[in-house]
């Protein structure tokens, strides 16, 4: 027998019902057409009557639709006519958005906490706007807030505004009767005074909580409290009463470890980092907004926004109790180039005067200024060149909050100080966009360098020298972003303008040669690379020493393409003839020294050699780590490589973190289809599978196959194709693992 269906209606009033889009306690909602007096789709709600009186219901709900009449905002749905159906039930018509619940949507793209917060504040101005006009919502939640994308942006847009209210309870002898019909999510953001049975006006302050407890969970992925597990009745008493004694987010987040991980990726981040984001100002915000005690909550959705826009922008938040010591930290956040800056700033015009008397600052390199930059300025130039340099890591190693301090302190003072002499500010801020390359700051390095280009094209012509330099820094930012066809751009063009410029024997165009065959390589134009980098070591020869670093790191490209072309004798006796050079004249430490080390430990692996190949990742982890701090791409590298040597080992609990410490800071770094996040999802889905979790490993495998199969390297490809095959075939899928497997073999 079958089961019987709900019938749905095929016409209410003017409107000619589509489909089914939405069911819950209040009612259902269906996409309609409108034909009459224009043609147009709406979102139809047909409400479920609670009280006794339809017509009171519709006759509340005019007199907030001509409060809503008034309302003109992207953020908010217009609401666009109210009746009754033949059977007597209540319906609006409404604008039809097509988006996501809010708390989908941020989870579905994997916002950040900023992009998470950014759009919030726009939530928080959507519910003002409505609040200025003399409409409260009620019934604020994530299901009441659709996000779209608008060219690339996410747009929220607030549905159900008057309608809450003209359905809601109207006096205490209601709410006994209707409090049952509210939808669980409904009474979870419910504000206290709406849950009580105490004749209180519900003012703007109980939209004000309810933004709260959807702040909670936009943040912590979770609600403060869950009626669902406390029981829907002690949760109203805790409500009415205030004694809800919800944790803070951070805490919130800890209270949730098992999911964690799971939580902080969906915000493009780990635990760690996400509990020190929510500790503070975010803790403050949320407890404040959801204050049982409305008086202590914000009294505007405006000043919610507002305390959110100055925690983004490290200024003191109101819902903190003020004190010295954070206004302080927070004036040092702000400021920091400026604090850090106060007492250098005279001693360098004093210090570059000194130098420039006696002759010790030198020009770093032979450069074109305008005629009309004085000497003095050049020579300060040169000094400040040589400062921001040291912040290099290739240069000197420092840990990375001193490189950063020193790089923000070099932006703010050139952005301000030298917007008179273009030129000059171009060269400081090439220097400072290389340096933030280098350390993986891949989104500032390019606002810089991109700027850079822009000023010496405009005032130097698209053919000047120094556009070779600009775009030879942008190829590596490109290339290692994954953006390789824009890298490819860069480097022609580079390679173009220095050759004709400089000749075919000079240092800086072995540089941008030197750029070019890393990017063959990763292009698998391995025969083109291995050109490249021949002719690279053939000016290295003439214009630079044999110990330099850049000639030993071109030692280390060529042996890096042997190996790709199979040619391992000669690979392995280069690769371990530029270690010993590195570690003579380089140091042990050097960070140079820790990414050969890391390639030499790859070669291991390959070989099967798992024990020895963590044997020269345990060396190369520290020495990077200290050289660029945990988020570098070189030490995300390293980390996914001993996750890999650990799954071969059979280790699963010591891979699994690994891989996903690797995944989470690669998918900051890079661009989604990056190759390298491939590598980290195959190897924890081979971990995730060999551990007996099939169905996460199967996610991960389609992951990594969906980028791979729009990459270069047929060999990447292939191996996903047979390790997924082998997950096919545990789950008695044979049929399709053969399939794959014969797909990997034409690969080869």
């Given at each position: 027998?079958?089961?019987?269906?709900?019938l749905?209606?095929?016409?209410?009033?003017p409107?000619?019902?589509?489909q089914?889009?939405?069911?819950?306690?209040?009612?259902?909602?269906?996409e309609?057409?409108?034909?009459?007096?224009v043609?147009?789709?709406?979102?139809?709600?047909?409400?479920?009557?609670?009280?006794?009186?339809?017509r009171?219901?519709?006759?509340?709900?005019?007199?907030?639709?001509?409060?809503?009449?008034?309302m003109?905002?992207?953020?908010i749905?217009?609401?666009?006519?109210?009746?009754?159906?033949e059977t007597?039930?209540?319906?609006?018509a409404?604008?039809l958005?097509?988006?996501?619940?809010?708390?989908?949507?941020?989870?579905?793209?994997?916002?950040?906490?900023?992009d998470?917060?950014?759009?919030?504040?726009?939530?928080?101005?959507?519910?003002q706007?409505?609040?200025?006009?003399?409409?409260?919502?009620?019934?604020?939640?994530?299901?009441?807030?659709?996000?779209?994308?608008e060219?690339?942006?996410?747009?929220?847009?607030?549905?159900?505004?008057?309608?809450a209210?003209?359905?809601?309870?109207?006096?205490?002898e209601?709410?006994a009767?209707?409090?049952?019909?509210?939808?669980?999510g409904?009474?979870?953001?419910?504000?206290?005074?709406?849950?009580?049975?105490?004749?209180m006006?519900?003012?703007?302050?109980?939209?004000?909580?309810?933004?709260?407890?959807?702040l909670?969970?936009?943040?912590?992925?979770?609600?403060?409290?869950?009626?669902?597990?406390?029981?829907l009745?002690?949760?109203?008493?805790?409500?009415?009463s205030?004694d809800?004694?919800?944790?803070?987010?951070s805490?919130?987040?800890?209270?949730?470890?098992?999911?964690?991980e799971?939580?902080?990726?969906?915000?493009?981040?780990?635990?760690?980092h996400?509990?020190?984001a929510?500790?503070?100002?975010?803790?403050?915000?949320?407890m404040?907004a959801?204050?049982?005690?409305?008086?202590?909550?914000?009294?505007?959705?405006?000043?919610?926004?507002?305390?959110?826009?100055?925690?983004?922008?490290?200024?003191?938040?109101?819902?903190?109790?003020?004190?010295?010591r954070?206004?302080?930290?927070?004036?040092?956040?702000?400021?920091?180039?400026?604090?850090?800056?106060?007492?250098v700033?005279?001693?360098l015009?004093?210090?570059?005067?000194?130098?420039?008397?006696v002759?010790?600052?030198?020009?770093?390199?032979a450069?074109?200024?305008?005629?009309s930059?004085?000497?003095?300025?050049?020579?300060?130039?040169?000094?400040?060149?040589?400062?921001?340099?040291?912040?290099?890591?290739?240069v000197q190693?420092?840990?990375?909050m001193?490189?950063?301090?020193?790089l923000?302190?070099?932006?703010?003072?050139?952005?301000?100080?030298?917007?008179?002499?273009?030129?000059?500010?171009?060269r400081?801020?090439?220097?400072?966009?290389?340096?933030?390359?280098?350390?993986?700051?891949?989104?500032?390095?390019r606002?810089?360098?991109?700027?850079?280009?822009?000023?010496?094209?405009?005032?130097?012509?698209?053919?000047?020298?120094?556009?070779g330099?600009?775009?030879?820094?942008?190829?590596?930012?490109?290339?290692?972003?994954?953006?390789?066809?824009?890298?490819?751009?860069y480097?022609?063009?580079?390679?173009?303008?220095?050759e004709?410029?400089?000749?075919?024997?000079?240092?800086?165009?072995?540089?941008?040669?030197?750029?070019?065959?890393?990017?063959?390589?990763?292009?698998?134009?391995l025969?083109?690379?291995?050109?490249?980098?021949?002719?690279?070591?053939?000016?290295d020869?003439?214009?630079?020493?044999?110990?330099?670093?850049?000639?030993?790191?071109?030692?280390?490209?060529?042996?890096a393409?042997?190996r790709?072309?199979?040619?391992?004798?000669?690979?392995?006796?280069?690769?371990?003839?530029?270690?010993?050079?590195?570690e003579?004249?380089?140091?042990?430490?050097?960070?140079?020294?820790g990414?050969?080390?890391?390639?030499?430990?790859?070669?291991?692996?390959?070989d099967?050699?798992?024990?020895?190949?963590?044997?020269?990742?345990?060396r190369?982890?520290?020495?990077?780590?200290?050289?660029?701090?945990?988020?570098?791409?070189?030490?995300?590298?390293v980390?996914n490589?001993q996750?890999?040597?650990?799954?071969k080992?059979?280790?699963?609990a010591?891979?699994e973190p690994?891989?996903?410490q690797?995944?989470?800071?690669?998918?900051r770094?890079?661009?989604?289809?990056?190759?390298s996040?491939?590598?980290?999802?195959?190897?924890?889905?081979?971990?995730?599978?060999?551990?007996?979790?099939?169905?996460?490993?199967?996610t991960?495998?389609k992951?990594?196959?969906?980028?791979?199969?729009?990459?270069?390297?047929?060999t990447?490809?292939?191996e996903t194709?047979?390790?997924?095959?082998?997950?096919?075939?545990?789950?008695?899928?044979?049929?399709?693992?053969?399939?794959?497997?014969?797909?990997?073999?034409?690969?080869?």
């Open positions: 027998m079958m089961a019987s269906r709900t749905h209606p095929a016409r209410i009033g409107y000619h019902i589509i089914l889009l939405g069911e819950g306690g209040m009612g259902v909602v269906y309609a057409e409108e034909t009459e007096p043609r147009r789709r709406v979102a139809l709600k047909l409400v479920r009557t609670m009280l006794d009186d339809t009171d219901v519709l006759a509340r709900f005019d007199a907030e639709r001509r409060a809503l009449a008034v003109n905002h992207p953020g749905a217009r609401v666009l006519h109210a009746g009754s159906s007597g039930q209540p319906y609006f409404m604008e958005v097509r988006g996501l619940p809010l708390t989908e949507f941020c989870d579905a793209r994997r916002l950040n906490v900023r998470r917060l950014q759009l919030f504040v726009g939530i928080c101005e959507a519910v706007h409505a609040h200025q006009k003399g409409v409260v919502h009620r019934d604020l939640k994530p299901s009441n807030i659709l996000v779209t994308d060219d690339g942006h996410p747009q929220p847009k607030i549905i159900d505004f008057g309608i209210k003209a359905l809601g309870p109207q006096g205490p209601v709410v009767k209707t409090m049952a019909g509210f939808a669980m409904t009474v979870a953001y419910m504000s206290p005074e709406q849950a009580s049975n105490a004749s006006d519900v003012d703007t302050r109980a939209d004000i909580y309810s933004l709260g407890v959807m909670y969970e936009l943040l912590v992925g979770h609600l403060p409290i869950d009626p669902a597990e406390v029981g009745h002690q949760f109203l008493a805790r409500l009415v205030g809800t004694s919800p944790p803070t987010p805490v919130g987040l800890a209270t949730a470890a098992a999911l964690s799971t939580i902080a990726s969906r915000r493009r981040t780990d635990a760690r996400l509990k020190r929510l500790r503070g100002d975010l803790d403050w915000i949320v404040k959801m204050h049982t005690d409305r008086s202590q909550r914000y009294e505007t959705a405006n000043a919610l926004a507002a305390d959110i826009r100055r925690h983004l922008a490290n200024e003191p938040v109101t819902a903190r109790p003020p004190s010295t954070y206004r302080v930290e927070k004036f040092v956040r702000r400021h920091r180039v400026g604090v850090i800056t106060a007492g700033a005279s001693l015009v004093v210090t570059s005067s000194v130098m420039a008397a002759g010790l600052v030198r020009a770093r390199r450069e074109q200024l305008a005629a930059e004085a000497e003095a300025a050049k020579e300060v130039a040169d000094f400040m060149v040589n400062l921001f340099r040291q912040s290099d890591p290739n190693r420092r840990q990375n001193t490189a950063q301090a020193l923000e302190q070099g932006i703010r003072r050139v952005s301000t100080d030298l917007s008179s002499q273009p030129l000059l500010q171009a400081l801020m090439q220097t400072m966009g290389t340096v933030q390359t280098s350390l993986g700051k891949y989104v500032e390095a606002v810089l360098l991109e700027d850079v280009l822009r000023t010496r094209e405009r005032l130097l012509g698209p053919d000047d020298v120094l556009l330099e600009t775009l030879t820094s942008l190829g590596e930012l490109t290339r290692d972003r994954g953006e390789l066809d824009v890298a490819d751009g480097l022609m063009r580079a390679q173009r303008i220095r004709r410029a400089l000749g075919p024997l000079h240092a800086d165009l072995a540089t941008t040669l030197s750029m070019m065959a890393a990017l063959r390589m990763r292009q698998t134009r025969t083109e690379a291995e050109s490249l980098y021949q002719r690279v070591l053939a000016i020869a003439v214009a630079r020493s044999p110990d330099d670093a850049r000639t030993l790191r071109d030692m280390r490209g060529l042996a393409v042997y790709a072309q199979k040619r391992n004798a000669q690979a392995d006796s280069l690769w371990k003839v530029t270690l010993q050079r590195q003579q004249s380089l140091g042990s430490e050097h960070p140079d020294v990414s050969t080390l890391n390639n030499i430990g790859a070669i291991a692996y390959s099967g050699k798992y024990a020895e190949a963590d044997a020269f990742y345990g190369a982890r520290p020495i990077l780590e200290r050289a660029y701090g945990v988020e570098h791409p070189l030490t995300v590298s980390i490589n996750a890999e040597v650990l799954w080992l059979k280790r699963y010591e891979a690994l891989f996903r690797a995944l989470a800071a690669k998918e770094l890079y661009t989604p289809e990056h190759s996040i491939a590598v980290s999802l195959n190897g924890l889905a081979g971990v995730l599978r060999d551990s007996k979790r099939g169905a996460e490993a199967e991960l495998y992951r990594a196959l969906a980028i791979r199969e729009i990459g270069n390297g047929s990447d490809l292939a194709l047979r390790d997924y095959a082998v997950l096919l075939r545990a789950t008695n899928r044979a049929a399709l693992a053969t399939q794959l497997d014969a797909r990997a073999a034409t690969l080869k």
